[in-house]
């Protein structure tokens, strides 16, 4: 019989993946965006060389995701509890149901900022279908990344999974 976790542990647990999870959807969406964008700007003008797709993903990287990591983390935190609540109903499935609350969640925010916002849409990527699919399918990565992590951190805290040892190479030798 397994030993239930303490409260505490398992909040750990949740709240490691969350920050995880939250920190890799962001990215992930940032990316997605910078290359929207770049697609855009090069149908009207020149094409754009590798280097500077690569200049303006580490830009944006620093100055956007931090605003997208923002809007993905209001999200999750409004569409995982209620994921939760659907897996634990279902009793299966934490992963699908971690991967669809956030990315329908996501979706939500999208439609709320785009409303919202005085410009057109806020989030450039998002003015074409495929862009909103493929930055709903950050979110969406990032629920399954969450759930994921999650599971994994509660399973190490318990003491089921041992976490991977890390060794120097030749340090034993």
Known sequence: MSKKPSRSK???G???GFILAVIFAGGLGSVIQTQFNLL????????IDFTTRLQVTGYDLVHFAPFLIGIMAVTFLFSLPVAHAFARIQKRQFIGWCAAGTGIGFWLALQLIDHLAPMPTLIAATRTSAGTFFMVMSAVSGGAVYAWLSRYFRRVLRGKVQPPETTVQGASE
């Open 14 to 16: 949740y709240l490691s």
């Open 10 to 12: 398992r909040a750990l």
């Open 40 to 47: 855009a700007m090069s149908s009207i003008g020149p094409s």
